[in-house]
């Protein structure tokens, strides 16, 4: 696959200002995919190379190949990127940590904890979603200055937004600051929703999108992980969307089940609909009453396997797409 690889949208915005599910994304191909022991620290997700191991790198890509072919065969617009080899950048391949793309022409560069995932961001990059998908650019709104004061807010890995409602939700963690986020939301017009999500030995979860989507129709919420004196507040905020709530605990997060992402696609036959993107260990990892919910409020379900870019990132498929709000 070429690094040029895209394909032109086939249908702008027709529901208007304030929608939830983009239409088309960006994905950075790896060329140096492995396992950073520099994000393993708050990442505990992640899982080291077996040893003797190797060829994670090829195989890690040939992963990512299939998930953009998957999209696409869904009518999902992709923009695929191809990862510079110099310097290597082994999380490339997670690009909605330091950049979003917003309905009103607005470009949010975003602090990264790792100094080496800050190489990552590329002027580029976001020259080739004008180029390719027509994204016009109004404004860029820059907060990686709070990386020499310690604060770091890593794009839509630390927040899980409500675009219709204008809500942020946010965990907080080493990678997610109440500060950054609360100027984020002054920039972009949204609600900061903050609280506090552990792992089941009580260390903070590192981003918010392990544990939590909010599609058109649904809710995937991990509230196992939310301590108790949070918990209440914010699954009450979530049920007065209006959307379907479905609550999921610490082995279906352990397998990336709330690490999912619902795309808007066009059908000729059926117009509007809606793909819900979740890997196959995500898939698996559902309980059938949880999939079945899920299923009656989206239109399509997509799997895709992605075991070593799990294993070895500790992202899943949510955390590989960086959605791009095209203007209406």
């Known amino acids: 696959m070429s690094s040029d690889t895209s394909i032109a949208p086939q249908s702008a915005a027709r529901d208007g200002a304030r929608r939830q599910c983009a239409e088309a994304v960006m994905v950075v191909r790896p060329a140096s995919f492995g396992y950073n022991p520099e994000t393993a620290d708050s990442n505990k997700m992640q899982r080291p190379p077996d040893a003797g191991g190797g060829g994670e790198a090829l195989i890690a890509r040939k992963e990512h190949d299939g998930l953009i072919a998957a999209l696409t065969s869904e009518g999902v617009s992709v923009c695929a990127v191809e990862d510079t080899p110099q310097p290597p950048k082994s999380d490339a391949v997670f690009p909605n940590n330091w950049v979003s793309f917003h309905e009103d022409g607005t470009v949010v560069l975003y602090p ?27 404004r860029t709104v820059d907060l990686t200055s709070h990386e020499k004061h310690g604060r770091y807010l890593e794009g839509t890995g630390s927040m899980v937004l409500d675009h219709v409602a204008r809500s942020a939700y946010a965990c907080l963690s080493p990678r997610t600051d109440a500060v950054v986020i609360g100027e984020w939301c002054r920039e972009l017009g949204y609600e900061p929703i903050l609280f506090s999500a552990v792992d089941r030995n009580g260390v903070p979860l590192y981003h918010t999108n392990v544990m939590m989507c909010i599609g058109e129709r649904l809710v995937v919420v991990g509230s196992e992980a939310i301590v108790p004196a949070d918990r209440e507040r914010v699954i009450e905020r979530l049920r007065a969307t209006g959307r379907e709530v479905v609550e999921i605990g610490h082995v279906e997060i352990e397998h990336f089940a709330g690490n999912m992402l619902e795309l808007g696609t066009w059908d000729e036959a059926l117009g509007d609909c809606r793909v819900l993107v979740m890997s196959d260990a995500a898939r698996h990892a559902l309980q059938p009453e949880a999939f079945v919910r899920l299923s009656a409020c989206t239109d399509q379900i997509l799997a895709v396997p992605i075991p070593t870019i799990e294993r070895l990132g500790g992202g899943s498929v949510r955390c590989t797409l960086a959605e791009v709000f095209l203007p209406a």
């Open 112 to 138: 990264m904890q790792a100094e080496s995932r800050r190489r990552e961001r590329r002027s580029d990059i976001v020259d080739a979603v004008a180029a390719r998908l027509g994204f016009k650019v109004t």
